[in-house]
């Protein structure tokens, strides 16, 4: 089982400032089976960014997703004040199995 | 639009049963892959099982399997999820989910491209 840690695990900071979330995984993983996902509180998660780099239909292109191998990053360009929210990478199992990291909580500094 | 509700959470003793269910609707039922992911109060993200299109396969994570049962009907355009034997373990809120591949669909996005609201569950004496 590939396990994704994502750090930091907090990370404060500014509407208008750049947001950089970082998923690493504990072996090797295709770009195109990692994907990121956003939780708002009390709401079900959104899909964000999939294959790695790939923006969802209806998301905003300050999102963006980089990376490969083992090490992932969603970058949030300018933050507005919807995006202070609960961030997980995800394996989309190419075996069939589905992990998702800890999760990045982004709170207003 | 498209739109996944769930519905049949709630309240059950250790080791009864309760059934989910996830009401499909916006798009074509049959042609997709469902998941069902659940979440612990105050925790991450945790897969749990998984209905290929046609119900024809099906795969669990380990500490469901013999416990869970997830199935489909596509006349109905409804994904379910038979859970028994719960333990508190299983407290949590659980959504439906779309696999975004679909061998009708030429662009396949590889990530649960459709969430429900989810439905809580409570495991408890």
């Known amino acids: 089982e590939i396990v994704l840690t994502q750090s930091p695990g907090t990370l404060s900071l500014s509407p208008g400032e750049r947001a950089t979330l970082s998923c690493r995984a504990s072996q090797f993983v295709s770009s195109s089976y990692l994907a990121w996902y956003q939780q708002r509180p009390g709401q079900a998660p959104r899909l964000l960014i999939y294959?790695?780099?790939s923006r969802a239909t209806g998301i905003p292109d300050r999102f963006s997703g980089s990376g490969s191998g083992t090490d992932f990053t969603l970058t949030i360009s300018r933050l507005e004040p919807e995006d202070f929210a609960l961030y997980y990478c995800?394996?989309?199992?190419?075996?069939?199995?589905?992990?998702f990291g800890q999760g990045t909580n982004l709170e207003i500094k | 639009q498209v739109q996944l509700v769930e519905s049949g959470g709630g309240v059950v003793q250790p080791g009864r049963s309760l059934r989910l269910s996830c009401a499909a609707s916006?798009?074509?039922?049959?042609?997709?892959?469902m998941h069902w992911v659940r979440q612990a109060p105050g925790k991450g993200l945790e897969w749990v099982a998984l209905i290929w299109y046609d119900g024809n396969i099906k795969y669990y994570r380990e500490s469901v399997k013999g416990r869970f049962t997830i199935s489909r009907d596509n006349s109905k355009n409804t994904l379910y999820l038979q859970m028994d034997s719960l333990s508190d373990e299983d407290t949590a809120v659980y959504y439906c989910?779309?696999?975004?591949?679909?061998?009708?669909?030429?662009?396949?996005?590889?990530?649960?491209?459709?969430w429900g609201q989810g439905t809580m569950v409570t495991v408890s004496s």
């Open positions: 995800q394996h989309y199992g190419s075996a069939l199995w589905y992990t």
């Open positions: 294959s790695a780099s």
């Open positions: 989910a779309r696999d975004g591949v679909s061998v009708f669909v030429p662009t396949p996005i590889k990530a649960f491209d459709v």
């Open positions: 916006g798009f074509t039922f049959s042609s997709y892959g």
